[in-house]
C-alpha cells in the first residue's frame, strides 16, 4: 500500500489584512523526495513554508500530514488550528530552518543542538547528546561543539542550525532561504550539507534563491509568481525548457545578477 505524501497542502490561501499572498497553492511532498520553491521576492515562497508549519494560521485550504488532515476552528481570517496536541505533534516532526540562523546566544552549539529534543520530547540527555554530537559530525562541524555561536562563521552557525534540525528526527525538513544570509565562500559549506540530506534521500522543501541548488537536489521545482503557482515540474524541465514567458524573465533576471 502507497504511503501518503509527508506533507500535502490543497487550494491554500492566506492573506495579510486585504492583502492576499496565496491565491490557492498546491504542493505536495512525497517520502524521500526533494521539492524547491522559487520565485521573485513577494511571489509566497516563505509564507507557504511557513503555513505547512502552521507557524502562519491560513485562510482556507487544508494541510496534511501523513495523510492527516489539520483540525480548524472558525473560518477565514478568524481560522485557527483547532487541536494544539496536533499541531505539537506536527511541528515536532516537520523541522525547519530559517534564513537567520536563530542559535541561543548563552548556550554551547552542542547545548543549542539539544535542547528541542530534550524540552519538547522529554528525552534524557545521555540519550540525546550522542545523537547531537552524530549530527554536529554529519554537518562537519564536530570541534565545535563546545564553542559559542558567536565564535563561529554564518556558514557554520548554519551548519549547526542544520545539526539541530536534524537531532530532532523529523518526518521532513524546511528549509527557508537557508544560505541567502552567507557570503558565496560560507555558501557552499551549507549547500553541501544540504545537498548530502537530498542524497540520503530526506523529505525535503527548500526555499532558495540559488537557481544551481535547487537544480542539483530538486526532484520538483514550483515556481510561484504573485501568489499562485506558474509552472511546476522536474529541474530539467523548469530550468531547461520553462514554458510561461514569466518564469523565462525570472531565470534570465536570476541567471544576469
Known amino acids: 500500500m502507497q504511503q501518503p505524501p509527508v506533507i500535502e497542502i490543497r487550494d491554500l490561501h492566506k492573506s495579510y489584512g486585504t492583502l492576499e499572498v496565496l ?12 521539492v524547491s520553491l522559487i520565485g521573485s ?7 507557504l513554508l511557513r503555513c ?3 507557524l502562519e494560521d491560513s485562510q482556507s485550504g487544508e494541510i ?4 492527516e488532515a489539520v483540525h480548524w476552528r472558525g473560518t477565514g481570517m478568524a481560522r485557527r488550528p483547532g487541536d494544539a496536541r496536533q499541531v505539537l505533534r506536527i511541528r515536532t516532526n516537520l523541522s525547519m530552518v530559517f534564513q537567520q540562523f536563530n542559535l541561543w546566544a548563552h548556550m554551547s552549539i552542542l547545548q543549542n543542538v539539544m535542547e528541542a529534543p530534550m524540552t519538547v520530547l522529554g528525552r534524557d540527555r545521555a540519550e540525546v547528546e550522542p545523537k547531537a554530537r552524530e549530527y554536529l559530525a554529519k554537518v562537519g562541524i564536530a570541534d565545535k561543539a563546545d564553542a559559542w555561536p558567536a565564535q563561529l562563521s554564518g556558514g557554520q552557525q548554519q551548519r549547526a542550525a542544520i545539526a539541530r534540525a536534524l537531532c530532532m528526527e523529523p518526518e521532513a525538513l524546511l528549509f527557508d532561504e537557508p544560505t541567502s544570509a552567507l557570503d558565496p565562500e560560507l555558501e557552499q559549506e551549507v549547500v553541501k550539507v544540504i545537498k548530502d540530506l537530498a542524497n540520503e534521500g530526506r523529505t525535503m522543501i527548500l526555499v532558495t534563491h540559488d537557481m544551481r541548488l535547487a537544480a542539483d537536489v530538486s526532484d520538483e521545482v514550483v515556481f510561484l509568481h504573485k501568489g499562485l503557482i506558474e509552472e511546476q515540474g522536474p529541474p530539467d524541465q523548469l530550468f531547461g525548457a520553462p514554458k510561461s514567458e514569466r518564469l523565462r524573465q525570472f531565470l534570465s533576471a536570476t541567471q544576469s545578477a
Open 23 to 34: 491565491k490557492g497553492v498546491t504542493i505536495t511532498a512525497e517520502r524521500g523526495k526533494v
Open 41 to 47: 521576492s513577494g511571489s509566497g515562497k516563505s509564507t
Open 52 to 54: 505547512a508549519n502552521l
Open 64 to 67: 496534511l500530514f501523513k495523510g
